[in-house]
């Protein structure tokens, strides 16, 4: 019986050691998020009794602490700033970066440690959380909230060096500090002013999606520089004798022979249709997922990257209108920004990051965001012409509101068809084109005309961050 | 080796007993002293009083000389006194009765130590002990009380006993018995059906019908945990007895056929699955106690908050089926893992004397009882931290209970009495 007895301890023992390895793995792995989950009974405890860290904007200005140990908050940053920090409500939860941020806010990240069970068993509870430094520039967070004026929309601007976001607004927003008493107005509201446009909204990008089509067409090389596209005002996209459905550019004025630069720059439609033909179905999807449609997009509070069609299919009307952002292509503001910010940075594509420090209440820091990229999208020599192309767009053709004396600015407009009613105002675009240090993104819900409603948005909201950011 | 006269200093069997008590009254130590009121606690009467009970039994058991294996009884002593800290933090009433069922356990072994005269005995009664083990069940099921979803109480006017608890050791006694005639057969006797070697009906037919009388009876009772149990404890000693894998992974298809059928039969077997496959997704229902559980593994980090100073009353059945994870959070990843080492010391000794006693029978009950704890405690440890099917079965010296106590010492006190025999045999001297 000896190899038989050998082998069915071996058995046992083997069992024994995989508990050992999930239990460290509960602890080690997954300790942080489970100690600090918000439906862990342990969190509420330990919230009555320590001070939650702060969080604060880069120039050191307060948005959010503690009145007192044990809460309620008290919210004294920007208003615009609502969605991002989100809220701590003792009936109501968390959200935004209260939530993300929850365990270390709390603090629960030292009382796991050794060092912190010492100072427990000396008598001295930990008594405060971490404070929380934000890469938002209140100066150029301001300028976004006087350009857009309360206007439904969103803005996002970011550094595409790094991915740092300088400034991010969802309107219409909501007090943080009165969530309790609005929640039944809040929650019933139909514009949804609990919900973060900036990174969850998903929007059709329509013509702003222009550039990145461009960008695809040149890295496939289907089609060069200076091919010409032939413009009689619409195209039928119909694939049979009886399908009318066509693709128009607006008034149907007819652009006539146009080229590349000079269909982005005028935003024609009837070009772009030929484009994707050009790309071609296959090439088009490719080409979308190297910028990260369908993938996730990691940020530090709940955020989605841009949507292709949900049924998968990709005939020659659908391919058409994908090229000029429509056809239930859908995208957020956040991705839009982090898409620019691949044409602004030789292909790169950065993962924006908000949160740039925590600090121990000793003020030592014990976690930094560090810039990471997210996938290589096109070649740098693709994305320099694609910005080029940009540069005139904004130099003389739609995007002109956005300009600057003085900067060059890179640049598209899009005035997004959608069901809700008038067109979405968008403006996607950076700045200075030639070393760009901050990319703007705007919508603005039903707006209108990209070109006279979001492109002078963003010239301000550009003019600010140009001047105030220490570049 | 001499005989130690008192006064000589301590023998090895004492210094080991000793550390083996020491994590579990420092636990009760400061379990009390983190109580409400340290000074009316009843944490000083069960501290002292568990460790009256190992030092008595120590003492009556010749100080080692008449115990068997040492290591085996002192992780015994180990997992039972970090077991009563915890229950003592979560309920002092609790406590004293644990207490006395760990009274009751060492007493049962004691006397199992001291009066049987031969392990040998037992195997003459082999199918009383089938027998007994099959009413005990079958009582169950005819006048069974339901408590935490299973059948599997007998209410006694004062006391409830779980009748299941008893039943497993006197079926591993009978399997060590019939193994012990049959395992010759058992390993020759085959005949080809399909390309498969199959044992001879005639053999392995009694086997196999005493595992599908004692599975029924325990669909019937709805205690899904203990019919994993017997089962498992049944392939691993028709293993050890036979040496042949394709019994295990017949069994295992077998496994695999029932626990379909019951997937599809018994709603609360379904309802364990799908937790078990996303628990996040059934968090205020059937899924609660796992991630509560969860919570409180995490939320003791390395070292655990310290005995009496964390949150484990939020978890659902903290003294029993829990006690894992109050100990996790408590005693932290450390103290869980010196558990875990501890029934992997108990597997590891009790296999260890299974090679060397020359008894088949004395083997395979070494070798069965090792088992039946060690899969018993994996069951109950995998399920708590989610990563099998939750099934309520107790941790093995550790779980508040009465029966599970007491059958966990009888069964113990098996290996130990074997273990002396051996003992015995090579050195006569020892305990003259």
Known sequence: MDSSIRRASWALLVALVIVAVRLGFVVVVRGQYLAGHPRNPRVAMVRRQVERGGIYLRGGEVVVKDSSAGGPRLYTGPASLAHLVGYEDARYGTAGLECTYNGLLLGLDRSRSIAGAMKRLLGGEPGRGNDIVLTVDLGIQQAAERAMGGRQGAVVVFDPRTGAVLAILSNPGFTPGQISSEWERLTSDSSGPLFNRATLGLYPPGSVIKPIIAAIALSARVIDAQDVFRCTGAIKVGTSADDNREISCPSRTAHGKVSLARAIASSCNVAFAQIGWQIGAKQLYNGFRKFGFGESLPFDVAATAGKLPEDGTFGRARVAQLAIGQGELVVSPLHMAAMMGALAEGGLMRRPYVVSEVRSPSGETIRRTRSSILGASILPSVARRVKDMMVEAVAQGTARAAGIPGVEVAGKTGTAENPHGPPHAWFAGFAPASKPSVVVVVIVENGGSGGKVAAPIAREIMRAALGNSSQ | ?432
């Not at chain 2, 009256?52 to 039972?80: E, W």
């Not at chain 2, 036979?242 to 039969?265: D, E, I, N, P, T």
């Open chain 2, 1 to 432: 080796m001499r005989r130690r006269v008192p006064g000589e200093g301590p023998s090895p069997a004492d210094i080991l007993l000793a550390t083996a008590l020491l994590p579990g009254m420092l636990a009760m130590l400061m379990a009390t002293l983190a109580s409400g009121s340290p000074a009316r606690s009843p944490g000083w009467i069960v501290l002292a009083a568990f460790a009256m009970v190992f030092l008595t039994a120590h003492i009556v058991l010749g100080r080692g000389t008449r115990t068997g294996d040492p290591v085996l009884f002192s992780t015994v002593a180990f997992l039972s006194g970090l077991g009563l800290a915890e229950v003592l933090r979560l309920d002092p009433v609790l406590a004293s009765r644990q207490l006395s069922h760990v009274g009751i356990g060492v007493a049962v072994a004691c006397a199992t130590l001291i009066l049987s005269p031969d392990l040998g005995v037992l195997e003459k009664y082999k199918y009383v002990a089938a027998a007994c083990s099959l009413v005990l069940l079958g009582v169950t099921i005819l006048f069974g009380v339901e408590a935490g979803g299973a059948r599997s109480w007998l209410d006694l006017g004062p006391v409830a006993i779980q009748p299941s608890e008893a039943a497993k050791i006197l079926m591993v006694t009978f399997y060590a018995g019939y193994l012990k005639d049959t395992r010759v057969l058992l390993r020759k006797s085959s005949r080809r059906v399909l390309g498969i070697l199959l044992p001879d009906p005639s053999y392995v037919g009694p086997l196999v019908l005493m595992w599908g009388i004692s599975l029924v009876l325990l669909v019937f009772q709805k205690d899904l945990g203990a019919a994993v149990l017997f089962f498992g404890v049944f392939l691993l000693m028709l293993y050890v007895g036979s040496g042949r894998l394709s019994y295990v992974l017949g069994g295992a298809a077998l496994l695999a056929v029932g626990g379909a059928a019951c997937y599809k039969l018994f709603p609360h077997v379904r309802v364990r699955i799908d937790v078990w496959v996303s628990p996040w997704r059934f968090l205020d229902s059937e899924g609660y106690q796992v991630v509560q559980s969860l919570f409180a593994v995490a939320d003791g980090g390395l070292i655990g908050r310290g005995p009496g100073l964390g949150m484990p009353g939020v978890i659902p059945a903290a003294p029993t089926d829990f006690i894992f994870a109050a100990i996790c959070e408590e005693m932290g990843l450390l103290g869980a893992l010196a558990v875990v080492a501890a029934y992997a010391l108990i597997v590891y000794r009790g296999f260890w004397w299974a090679s060397r006693l020359h008894d088949d029978f004395s083997a395979l009950i070494a070798a069965g009882i090792s088992s039946l704890i060690g899969l018993q405690a994996f069951t109950i440890m995998a399920g708590v931290l989610g990563l099998v099917p939750l099934t309520g079965v107790t941790l093995p010296f550790v779980s508040y209970g009465g029966s599970s106590m007491i059958a966990s010492f009888a069964g113990v006190a098996l290996v130990l009495r074997a273990s002396r025999d051996l003992a015995r045999e090579r050195m006569p001297q020892v305990g003259q």
